[in-house]
């Protein structure tokens, strides 16, 4: 059984990176099944040769699985083994992960491409860095980010961007979904509701409109999809902090 690890024990600092890698390796072989089996932090398993199975679900490569913690899990190979690579990783930015779609709340397999192998590469270089708890900690976030949600876009947000700018955005009924599976598509893609999701799209827009063009903060809300410009002003400076005439003078060269 064949294989590596290494640990690491992050300092304050590092936690605050929102993300800290405590732990990664690989093995091959004949290797034991985990039994219910609950982690005091996170980890995320990568197998790329054999069979096996995770929570009952079948695991056929390349596949990848999160670990949440807490949470009790078991998975293995079959009898002729498999070839894993694994790391463990907490912090308060997986969190935040699980909230925005890319963490499931249980161990679910999931099927990724050949090259999640070449992110986990990345991970093992980082751990040979001066400063590995840095290094680790944001190939980490490229991982969680790369394969936490399929990279093709749902043709359910292609719809919603492209009519984000209109005073009434697409409907549900326009999209042959009921409300409920709108919702439901939205939240797995984008980890907030449809109204939620639009309202970033309009502000992004807002913003670039503001920082690139001489319109003026009535001619960008309307642009932008907001009838009323005083609306437009308060969802703004809501979420941005500033009101859309300082936004632009920030970004503006004299």
């Known amino acids: 059984m064949p294989g590596w690890s290494r640990y690491l024990t992050p300092a304050a600092a590092h936690w605050g990176l929102g993300l800290v890698c405590l732990g ?3 093995q091959s072989g004949r290797i034991g099944t985990v039994r219910e089996r609950v982690l005091s ?3 995320v398993v990568l197998v790329t040769a054999g069979r096996g199975r995770c929570n009952d679900r079948p695991v056929v490569p390349p596949t ?3 670990l949440p913690a807490g ?8 009898e002729h083994g498999w070839s894993e ?5 907490d ?11 890319y963490l499931p709340a249980e161990a679910t397999p999931m099927a990724v491409a050949a090259s999640a192998v070449l992110l986990f590469t990345r991970l093992r270089r980082a751990l040979d860095r001066p400063d590995p708890e840095t290094a680790s900690a944001a190939a980490l976030h490229e991982l969680i980010t790369a394969l936490g949600r399929p990279q093709t876009e749902h043709p359910v947000l292609v719809a919603l961007a492209r009519n984000s700018a209109l005073p009434l955005p697409v409907t549900a009924r326009e999209l042959g979904l009921t409300a409920e599976k709108l919702r439901d598509i ?19 827009r807002a913003k670039e409109l503001l920082a690139e063009t001489d319109l003026t903060v009535v001619a960008v809300s ?3 999809g907001f009838n009323d410009p005083g609306y437009f002003t308060r969802q703004f400076t809501r979420r941005t902090g500033v009101t859309p005439s300082a936004f632009r003078a920030q970004q503006r060269r004299a």
């Open 24 to 26: 990664a390796g690989g």
């Open 41 to 43: 932090s996170h980890a």
């Open 64 to 66: 990848l699985f999160h």
């Open 71 to 78: 949470v009790p899990h078991t998975y293995g190979p079959d």
């Open 85 to 89: 690579q694994w790391a463990l990783y």
């Open 91 to 101: 912090g308060p930015a997986a969190h935040a992960y699980a909230e925005l779609g």
């Open 186 to 204: 939205v939240r797995q893609q984008t980890g907030h509701g449809p109204k939620e999701y639009v309202q970033r799209l309009r502000i992004n």
């Open 222 to 224: 309307r642009r932008t």
